[in-house]
Structure formats: structure tokens, C-alpha cells
Nanobody
Framework: QVQLVESGGGSVQTGGSLRLSCWTS?????MAWFRQAPGRKREGIAS????????WYSDSVKGRFTMSRDNWKTTAYLQMNNLEPDDSATYYC?????????????????WGQGTQVIVSS
């Protein structure tokens, strides 16, 4: 069993920044961040290949968000800059042994409990 624990959510104003963290009890090939706002489908926004740090992003966050991982490869981060109200959602960390470039929730086996991000205008 793989445990994922997210932290770092909160409330900010438009244009602000937050950094989310996700600790995993066991390394998996890929880690990713998804988000889900009320009434919307879960959206994959960023993923990282644990071995070499390769990253992929959705168009909605490219250029504003950066995913990284620590040297021990047990914690992944999501640096979120220039936040907008449409970024408000519950953010979930996920891990799996999949094709990391595919930001599809069905590809991920393990999920964190979620952390809320609220961006006010």
C-alpha cells in the first residue's frame, strides 16, 4: 500500500502563489497533481517522472505552475504562481506506474486525501 499525504493548500488573492507538497511512503514511477472543482471533472494538471524529473503540464497551468521532487524522490511539489480564481479547487496528489505524460486519473493507483486551494478576486 502506498500512502500519499498532501499539504500546503490555503487561500490567496488573484496573482498570489502557493506551494503544495505531497509525500509518498513508496516511490512510484510517476507522481501527478490533479484538481477538481465543484461540478467539474477531475483534471490532470502536472506530472513528474520520479527517475529523471521529467515533467508534463496541462495547457491550463503551463507557464504558471511548476512540479518538482526532492532528491530523495519521496516528496513532490507543485509551485503555483499567478493564481487565478479558476484555479480554485481541491488538489489531489496521485502516484502510479504509468506513462507519466498521460494526465488521466484512470492511470493512477494511489491518491492523497486532497488539499483545498481558494483564489479570491
Amino acid at each position: 500500500q502506498v500512502q500519499l499525504v498532501e499539504s500546503g493548500g490555503g487561500s490567496v488573492q488573484t496573482g498570489g502563489s502557493l506551494r503544495l507538497s505531497c509525500w509518498t511512503s513508496r516511490q512510484r514511477i510517476c507522481m501527478a497533481w490533479f484538481r477538481q472543482a465543484p461540478g467539474r471533472k477531475r483534471e490532470g494538471i502536472a506530472s513528474i517522472r520520479t527517475a529523471d524529473g521529467g515533467t508534463w503540464y496541462s495547457d491550463s497551468v503551463k507557464g504558471r505552475f511548476t512540479m518538482s521532487r526532492d532528491n530523495w524522490k519521496t516528496t513532490a511539489y507543485l509551485q503555483m504562481n499567478n493564481l487565478e480564481p479558476d484555479d480554485s479547487a481541491t488538489y489531489y496528489c496521485a502516484a502510479g506506474s504509468v506513462v507519466c505524460a498521460r494526465l488521466d486519473p484512470d492511470n493512477y493507483d494511489y491518491w492523497g486525501q486532497g488539499t483545498q486551494v481558494i483564489v479570491s478576486s
